[in-house]
């Protein structure tokens, strides 16, 4: 089980999606992200769209790159985000004020986990799990405090590129899985 596993398993009509993957995890020609960076984005980003396939093919190759410090700190953003991400939205969308109520929600556990592991590398976990839920504050959050510490721009659109690719992938397979007939156009002559 790998990434090139589910490359394979991609249908046809995903062939964008297949050449993206191969771009990003086989041949990794931009070197924006290093293997560990890459593999914490891409199992952060497994836990977070709960795709068993997906997620058992990431954390099958991740092994070879991550810690289990790692891969716990990619729970742990995954969690916290699904958390966070509903919370942030109520409370801009709704009371119109994030600043005030939510500085403290699930900020001990956060810190906790940056006690274990580079604070940029959970942040970039964190965004990863945060552009799937599209909450625009935690987005411009871990933005901004990832550009504070010292990642470049392009590097945070690279991370986007991961996260588009494997949530396409992800729908792909679902797609593939589902209970289908055979798409059949209907003959002209029909009325």
């Keep these: 089980m790998s990434i090139a596993a589910i490359i394979r398993k991609l249908p046809e009509f995903a062939s964008n999606v297949k050449s993206e993957m191969k771009s990003l995890f086989v041949d990794n020609t931009d070197n924006l992200l290093n293997e560990k960076e890459l ?4 199992l952060s980003a497994g836990y977070s769209l709960k795709n068993e396939q997906l997620l058992n093919n990431i954390r099958a190759e991740a092994k070879m790159y991550l810690e289990e410090e790692d891969a716990i700190a990619c729970k742990v953003a995954s969690i916290s985000m699904a958390g966070k ?3 942030h939205f109520f409370t801009s969308e709704v009371l119109q004020d994030t600043a005030q109520v939510s500085r403290s929600f699930m900020k001990k556990h956060i810190d906790d986990m940056v006690s274990k592991v580079e604070k940029s590398d959970f942040y970039m976990c964190c965004l990863a ?14 933005t901004d405090e990832l550009i504070k510490m010292g990642i470049q721009q392009d590097v945070i659109v690279e991370i986007v590129r991961v996260i588009a690719v494997l949530k396409a992938a992800a729908h792909a397979l679902e797609l593939e899985g589902m209970r289908s007939y055979d798409f059949v156009a209907r003959d002209s002559n029909m009325s």
Excluded: G, Q, T
């Design 129 to 142: 799990a945060s552009m799937l839920s599209a909450c625009k504050y935690c987005m411009k959050f871990y």
């Design 85 to 87: 991400n509903v919370f």
């Design 39 to 42: 593999y914490r984005i891409a």
